[in-house]
């Protein structure tokens, strides 16, 4: 991480010497900026994610603020001015005010969003009527009631314009150099401003030698704006440019305040040592999501994998971050793949629960340097593995590939085809992928018989059609009741199956017989016998052979004027 630093500053020193810009950054977006730059999963030893962020701002309110005494500038209502604008900006944190002259003035804690209105009120009733500008005795007093915090982001702001003039306190700008050495997270950023006065060369090699720190000197009568801008992501990925020589890529440009639009540039000095060069479009960048091209001019750039850099210059008063972004990029012919098998054969015939092995092995040209992803689709009744896993796998050209195949269920004389899935790396080639032999269950002699089956299914269709009739004939259609003939009228439950046939209740009945048609019950007599049923009028009416009557409709049945018995089909 210091490493990375350390090259961001680097590229800042070497923009502010071509472009002469350094700026005030609000550091909210300049931690989160940072913070980006940290991979998700962290190394071992790595800081943890910012949680929480904690602003100090250390005002001068000693009378040369309002042109008093050795002052030469009424700056400090702009000071006021510039806080009230920058705190209603502010999202979610921790904001600590300390106002100072003969050294810290007492301190001021408030929480935003809760305690905004307060937080205003406080900075817009601020005076500046001391004597005396003792910055290090301050600066001292507030590191040690400040002390560090996991997973917070504890930003410091100097606002003086004066020099520390405490001739007989005990602490140098050394001891506060020390005190941010031992005491300076991970997060934490210390910004000096110089209203109108020259930075003493102690303060300015001092913080020098620190990281995340910045030291900016105004004007007389000047307040910078507060603004920064954090450009996302921390990198971006190019492809290979020689495939294609232009590249787009979506990037996310967040702004606090209102600073001017970015100017983009680019250091691409390893590339024009070799005649060549990037472009970017468009060169200037406002807030929110933006696509950027690049494209690579020029001819006689070896092959390889390059790193250029994109540039990220801001108006004077605002500091964005990162301050560069590496541009990484290839330029070679695609990575090849190619997929060879070494022992298959164009078909297999397995067993249930038979396996067998085949091996293949990945090859690739010079390029192919990333894993391909492979798998295998087995239709059902049929088990792949893939170097004794379950698909899909990883390999690395020059890495063999074994291929298990298991019958699991396939039906008898089935042939299958299962074939390959690769996944390969973005912009590379694939050749197509070798064909997986058939698979094929054998059938046995039996199950070779069988496939005669037809030639039998006119006499299966007829036996069947017996069976349906008779199965239908021995199943009850309804229930019945046999009522003697009176005066007992004994009772005798039926079960009525078929044509039912009376006769066999009843011999006096032979020749009658009864069988559905629809809801109806179709009534059959011989020539000897009548039958009436009563109407809705209680009338006892005839009902000839062949007609129906309704269920729970009771028949009466007579020889000549006898009669002989009664009958209902219940409903």
């Known amino acids: 991480m210091q490493n990375t630093l350390g090259r961001f500053d680097k590229l800042l020193i070497f923009s502010n010497m071509r472009k002469r810009y350094m700026g005030l950054v609000l550091p909210l977006l300049l931690a989160v900026a940072w913070a980006a730059c940290i991979p998700a999963q962290q190394p071992q030893g790595a800081p943890p994610p910012i949680e929480r962020y904690r602003f100090v701002f250390l005002v001068d309110t000693s009378g040369s603020m309002m042109g008093l005494g050795d002052g030469k500038a009424v700056i400090f209502p702009k000071v006021q001015a510039e806080l009230v604008r920058f705190l209603r900006t502010l999202p979610a944190s921790e904001v600590v005010f300390v106002p100072f002259h003969q050294g810290p003035q007492g301190e001021r804690r408030f929480r935003l ?54 001739r007989q306190g005990p602490y140098r700008m050394s ?13 934490d950023w210390v910004y000096y401003v110089a209203l109108g006065a020259s930075v003493p060369e102690e303060v300015r090699r001092g913080l020098g030698s620190l990281p995340r720190t910045r030291v900016q000197q ?177 390999l690395k050209p020059g890495e063999g590939l074994e291929v298990r195949l298991t019958n699991q269920g396939l039906a008898p004389g089935q042939s299958v085809q299962p074939s390959f899935q690769a996944q390969a790396p973005s912009g590379s080639q694939l050749s197509p992928l070798p064909p997986l032999p058939s698979v094929t269950q054998p059938k046995t002699l039996w199950e070779r018989l069988l496939d005669y089956w037809w030639l039998l299914l006119p006499l299966l269709l007829f036996s069947a059609f017996l069976l349906a009739r008779w199965l239908a004939a021995q199943r009850p259609w309804g229930q019945g009741r046999y009522f003697g003939p009176p005066p007992e009228c004994a009772e005798k439950p039926l079960n009525l199956k078929g044509r039912a046939d009376l006769g066999q209740v009843d011999p006096n009945l032979k020749g009658v017989k009864v069988y559905p048609r629809g809801e109806e019950v179709v009534l059959e007599l011989p020539s000897s016998l009548e039958a009436k049923y009563e109407n809705n009028r209680q009338r006892k009416m005839p009902l000839e052979s062949g007609e129906t009557f309704s269920r729970g409709t009771r028949i009466y049945f007579y020889d000549g004027q006898r009669e002989i018995a009664s009958f209902v089909v219940e409903p």
């Not at 001292?140 to 400040?146: D, G, N, R, V």
């Open 175 to 187: 001891d506060v150099v020390q005190t941010l050495r031992l005491q300076q997270g991970p997060y």
């Open 218 to 394: 105004a004007g007389v009568g000047e307040v910078p704006t507060l603004g920064a801008y954090t450009f996302k992501p921390a990198a971006l990925q190019l492809g290979n440019l020689m495939q294609s020589p232009e590249a787009r890529v979506e990037v996310a440009l967040e702004a606090q305040g209102r600073p001017r639009p970015l100017r983009l540039s680019l250091d691409d000095a390893n590339l024009q040592k070799q005649g060549a060069f990037l472009e970017v479009s468009p060169n200037r960048l406002e807030p929110g999501n933006r696509t950027l091209s690049f494209r690579l001019r020029g001819q006689g750039l070896r092959e390889g994998e390059y790193t250029a850099w994109l540039c990220l210059e801001a108006a004077e008063g605002t500091l964005v971050r990162p301050e560069a972004i590496p541009l990484r990029f290839a330029y070679h012919p695609p990575a090849a793949y190619t997929l060879t098998p070494e022992n298959p054969p164009e078909r297999l015939e397995l067993r249930p629960g038979e396996s067998t092995t085949l091996q293949y092995r990945l090859e690739g040209n010079a390029w192919a340097r990333e894993p391909l992803s492979l798998n295998i689709e087995t239709p059902r009744g049929l088990e792949a593995t893939l170097n004794g896993q379950k698909g899909p796998v990883v």
């Open 113 to 166: 969003p809760e305690e905004r209105g307060p937080a205003v009120a406080y900075v817009q009733n601020l005076k500046a009527d001391g004597q005396n500008t003792w910055i290090y005795r301050t600066l001292m007093s507030t590191l040690k009631s400040t002390p560090p915090r996991e997973g917070v982001a504890t930003i410091y702001y100097i606002f003086t314009d004066g020099t520390d003039n405490d």
